[in-house]
């Protein structure tokens, strides 16, 4: 249920109204909007009636039922407006949200070791990126596959963080190991595998670090917006959603099918901030820059992309890893078409 007060409405009548919904049971969370302040109601809401709610004052313009199972993650429980994420990096804060320049994650699947993940760095921030991605701790689909190297890939993060500026994001595969990768994460990222590990989005929920979220492979947006909301119900509110591709049946010419369709319709469901990643949703390095300006023009906040000093001898998903060189010479394509969306904060530096 969400409580719409009017503009200009006195804090102490909000105040006073949201002591009211306590005693009746309910949890308001209030959401200062641009004009006006939101109270979105959780609880056992489905007996009430929003006429009778609408009488408890004078300040009330509007009571909404909100249809849908998820409720923090809904576009109506921040009243039609956009969200924000806002991540403090070396270089400074850095917002994902649909207002916002799009935001560049850029970086190998896995980190193998100081040389190649210091580099990547330096190379992908030099190009334009925004934040570094690199697995320490890797979900393979074989147990004899490389696994990560786990602790000690985190300390290179830090490592490659402190060289080069960029924020990290980096993924946990198990709340055991949560607290080491939250403190060297400035995003901590749940794999597609782990978007239904309901005790780790839990913890996910009740730890600071904002929360990058893949969608499981054969989710449906509603699961995806479900497994958000049990991050934002445990107390989180930094949650972006990330697109990589759902299960094709085609595995001979493509890895995934990235559903780029998700942007339009998450943008009519939720105010979380997109993120697509066109590595994963499509297997191979060739087809990533169309994919990646695909979702651009479609209006996603932000893009994590595959980059590689060496594809050819990459521990993990090689064939589908850019080359520094060919993202130096993508993140000057996106300015254009970012541009054109409205979405970039500088002008791309053309290499030559
Ligand atoms: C990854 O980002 O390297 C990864 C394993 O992604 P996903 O969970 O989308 O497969
Ligand atoms: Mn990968």
Not at 107 to 129: D, F, L, Y
Not at 145 to 174: C, K, P, Y
Not at 208 to 233: C, N, Q
Not at 337 to 352: D, F, H, N
Request: one cysteine or more; hydrophobic letters at 45%; a negative charge.
């Amino acid at each position: 249920m969400i409580v719409v007060m009017k503009v200009g409405s006195p804090e102490a009548e909000v105040t006073r109204i949201s002591e009211e919904f306590r005693q009746w049971g309910l949890e308001p969370e209030k959401i200062v909007g641009k004009h006006k302040v939101v109270l979105g109601l959780v609880g056992e809401t489905a007996t009430l009636d929003p006429l009778q709610l609408r009488e408890i004052s004078p300040w009330i313009e509007d009571v909404l039922r909100v249809e849908q199972p998820f409720k923090r993650a809904s576009l109506e429980y921040r009243h039609g407006e956009p969200g924000e994420v806002v991540i403090p990096t070396p270089s400074g804060p850095v917002t994902f949200g649909q207002h916002h320049p799009l935001v560049l994650i850029a970086g190998p699947c896995s980190v193998e070791n100081e040389a190649m993940i210091v580099e990547t760095a330096v190379r992908v921030k030099a190009a334009g990126a925004h934040f570094l991605r690199g697995g320490a701790y890797k979900p393979r689909t074989s147990p004899y596959a490389f696994q990560g190297h786990g602790e000690s890939a985190l300390e290179l993060l830090a490592a490659a963080r402190e060289a080069s500026g960029l924020g990290i994001i980096t993924e946990v595969m198990d709340t055991a190991d949560l607290d080491k990768v939250a403190e060297v994460a400035d995003i901590v990222q749940v794999g597609a595998r782990n978007m239904q590990n309901f005790s780790l989005l839990k913890k996910v929920g009740a730890q600071d670090k904002p929360v990058f979220l893949k969608r499981g492979m054969s989710a449906t947006i509603a699961e995806w917006l479900m497994a958000a909301e049990y991050i934002l119900a445990a107390g989180n509110p930094n949650v972006i959603l990330c697109e990589r591709g759902i299960r094709t049946h085609d595995r001979q010419y493509t890895r995934n099918t990235l559903d780029l369709s998700v942007i339009p319709v998450l943008r009519t469901l939720t105010h979380l901030p997109i993120a697509i990643d066109p590595s994963h949703g499509t297997g191979w390095a060739e087809y990533v820059p169309s994919m990646a300006l695909a979702a651009v023009a479609a209006g996603t906040d932000a893009l994590m992309i595959e980059v590689h000093p060496n594809p050819p001898k990459a521990l993990s998903d090689g064939p589908q890893s850019l080359t520094p060189e060919r993202f130096d010479r993508l993140v000057p394509e996106l300015s254009q078409i970012a541009k054109v969306m409205g979405r970039w904060a500088e002008p791309a530096t053309v290499l030559a």
